[in-house]
């Protein structure tokens, strides 16, 4: 109707005439009024859903408005629904968090999707309806305010400027120095800080909001020095803000702060002393951790002298303010720290260690922040913990600079507290009744005490070795001599350092270094000496740290043969005991691989092997003792004088499981439903019937079908573990193959092998495969009689129920057979390459086994390296192709990775698969496309970040194998609408960019890498 209203209008070339711009502004006016109309709609939506979603007492309601806001949060008209409820007209407060929170969160995942008009009309609306909430309590701005703050800070790190004009708008703001404003202005001032980032810590790169901050960063720092002395809220939120723009690294440091915002450094210091106010002493501690991060504050012996007047000073504040907290009184009197103090204590270490390089050169001023370190060293461990920083630090300065206060006398002091420190009370009997925390306890001394310990060591030599004597001396109560192994053990690298040393100075006379070892060497035999003679038996613990020093010094200890054995005993002891069996059993393994050569005589060994295997059998012990157990005895067989005593030892270590395989697997069912034959029990090496003997284990658990499973696959193991060293045992002149003890032990074992494969389950089969692979890598070529039979029985198992186990045994079998038994190696692959694919071609979970998958294209990998007939041969290469293709767009690191690697090789090929170029060729024009499409679907969402390196290889790959046909298949996978993009638009320049670049024929890699990388980026919303 205006139209029609007016008369022709003459064109101006200046401009159009007024009337023209009246019918847009009522046309603009229309279609915002529309879109306000729209908007509220959908607010009044959405308030609906959120209230049924928090208040409805119906389970079906809440969980459709769920539903419901889940998907309208990732509509367009979210943007303007929530914008309508966080307006100053909405009064429900929760409403409004609700919905500003709504907009954070897609301002971070989608703001690239907006327009800068848009953009900049929701920075203002945000803005607006955070000045306009009311605020909480003290003035502080309320939920939704704070939530509106952040909201405005996610997108002013994602715009260029924004930032730098919102940190302006909020110094504006705090100008007025009024408490709500300030309160707004502080918390957006955090906000901003901490979103920058958290931005470049998602991304990796630098955030578009960072340009400008530096140069803001003190009229910032000015601006929370003016509003930190309002209230006790406000000063919180300015050392929260403080802490953030600190972590911006923009040049605020300690010594600046100092010289130019005096005020409010020492503000954030008398808050670590503020009393009942646990949040302010929080806020102050975490501040100063910042602020004295090696980024913000570095303070090198050559530090300026205005930086080292800041540390002086602040060292000086904080001995006044230790006496204020009380320091030492709280410290020493046992008492945990309260919140204050430890907080307190944190900032007084982080300072400390900071300031480490200048106390180690000091001329005395800063001498008493060293006492104040040496009280929290002796208070309870979370407060000592704190200080090993700064004992550590110290030792980057070499002794002759230091102080001398700060040499051997400062270390005296340290190694007894720490001495101390690392020893149980004297009341402790269990974990279970102890004051101290269990794991707090360990950490301490393995991770912290042992370090300082260490530098105590280095600096005083013999006199710290007699301390250490001296807590062994007379009859100690057994917390100071566990405490003494346990040191000794905790060092046994800078012990067995010092032993190896050279014990003369450069004109040949003793030196200090000599000194040290004797010390040391008369420690260790007085240690050793007593342990090799003692009944283990006692506290759990003492137990414990003798076995881990012993199975430290064992190579020492091989040095004498007395000790060595004393300690063999100990330890079989300790097994048996049942105090620390695990690491009895490790001390027993280190003795035998380190003292093999003493011990290897046939009548120890024969001596040896009946104790050991009665504790390898025994099903009081855990599984993994007994391995370990079986694992160093088989040690000691594979160094035995001969052949001939090896096979009879071998024999003896696995005659008893093997008695309770076959009493254990008749419990067992057949699994693949086949009539099995009459038991055959293993014939003894002796003719006697193997099946004879204790069958204490099967009784034991034959009561429940997973507890035999479990007991036979243990069974199996412990054969593996018996033959596992025997690779060492030369059969001498032409000696065959039959002839090796390991052969000889199989043979006595076939019987009862092939009915566990028939029988076992999947813990069983794993086993007994890993025992083939042991088989293999003890016989090599030595196998070949029994490699078919053992191929048979893998392939069977393997298409019966799947376990990495036969993967494994396969790729070893290529690798060493691959050419002597092409055939029986070809038909076992087909059956697991058919096997595997059609599980993938029909599972609806293709990434529930991503060990299995790892395991099966590892094994295809393998052979293509190794054998690359074998694959290529195969006629179901082309399913293998496509199986491999189809796990290329997983999610699972390992299992994709593996199938990219595969592919890759399996295109490129090698010189060896040059004959049979044609199956990948073949298989690369019939599902190329498919292929290139998994891959840029991986790239452009499917994939997580770890594996998008790994995808642009198999992307150049394809390009470069198929350099014709590549455009066209890019073409047509960007074209395909069930192929999600992410962020890129199918039709646009940079989707054609991207097809150009990786088409390129001739590129470098350099090049493609960077094209595809853009493309990844571009479509994961992370450039534009």
Known sequence: PVLQAQPALPLLAWGPHPAVLVVRRRAGQHTASRKRMAHAAHATNLRQAYALLTASSSEAERRAANEWLVGFAKTAEAWGAAEELVRPSEAAEEVAFFAANLLYSKIKTEWHTLADAPRRQLRDALWSAACGRPSGGEGQPGPAARRLCLALAAAAARTEGLAEESTRLALSLAAAA?????????????????????????????????????????????????????????????????????????????????????????????ALAAVNNEPLNLAAADALGELLTSTNSPLPASAPRGARDAAEAVAAQFGVLAREVRLAELLMSGEPADDRLFYFCRALCAFAERCVDLVAVTEGSLLPLVELLLLCAGGELRVAELSIDFWVGLQDTAVAQRHERLRAPLYRRLATLLLDKCTLPAEFTSWDEAAEDEEEFRRFREQSALEVLGACLSLLACEFVGQLQAMLQGSPPWQKLEAALFVLRGLHVQIKGALRGSAADGEGRPSAAAELQAALNQLLGFVFGQLAAWRPSGATLLVESAMRLVGAFAKWLQRDEALLRGCLRLVLEAVQAGGAPEHAAEAFRALCIHGRRRLASAAYLSELVGPCTALAGSAALASSVRLTLQEALARLVGAAPSPAEAEQLLHALVRAPCEQLAALLPHLPPSDGASVPPETAP????????????????????????????????????????????????????????????????????????????????????????????????????????????LEQIGTTFCRRPVVGALECLTQAIELYGESHEAPLSDTLERFVDAVCGWLASTAAPEAEPELLSAFFELCHRCLVFRPQLLLSLPCVASLFDAAAACV??????????????????????DAANLYRESAAHCLQRSGGTLLRYCVQGLASASPANLVDHQIELLRVIAESAPTAVHGWLVAALADPGLDLGALPRQGAAAEAFVRGAAQQHATVAAFHC????????CRGKAR
Request: glycine share 12%; aromatic share 4%; proline share 4%.
């Open 178 to 270: 009024d408490a709500v404003q300030g309160g707004l202005a502080v918390e957006l001032l955090g906000a901003l800080a901490n979103e920058v980032v958290a931005e470049e810590e998602a991304t990796g790169a630098a955030s578009p909001g960072r340009s400008g901050l530096r140069a803001l960063a003190p009229a910032v720092l000015c601006a929370l020095q003016a509003l930190a002395p309002l209230s006790s809220s406000m000063c919180i939120g300015c050392l929260r803000a403080l802490q953030a723009w600190l972590a911006l690294n923009a040049g605020p440091s300690l010594a600046s702060l100092y010289a130019g915002q005096g005020p409010l450094l020492a503000a954030t210091l008398n």
């Open 683 to 790: 014939r003894a090496s002796d003719g006697s019937d193997g099946s004879r003997g204790s069958g204490g284990e099967a009784a034991a658990t034959a009561a429940s079908t997973q507890g035999v499973e479990e007991a036979v696959a243990t069974q199996l193991a412990l054969i593996g573990a018996a033959i596992r060293f025997s690779d060492t045992i030369h059969v001498g002149g032409g000696g065959s193959c039959a002839a090796h003890p390991v052969f000889a032990v199989l043979s006595y074992c076939w019987p009862l092998l092939q009915d566990a494969s028939r029988r076992g389950g999947p813990s069983v089969l794993q086993a007994l495969l890993e025992l083939h692979g042991r088989a293999m890598g003890c016989l090599g070529g030595g196998l070949a009689p029994l490699l078919p039979s053992i």
């Open 889 to 910: 767009a997983h999610q699972e690191f390992q299992h994709t990775r593996a199938a990219i690697t595969f592919l890759c090789l399996f295109l490129s090929g090698t």
């Open 1011 to 1018: 094209v595809a990388s853009e493309f990844s980026r571009v």
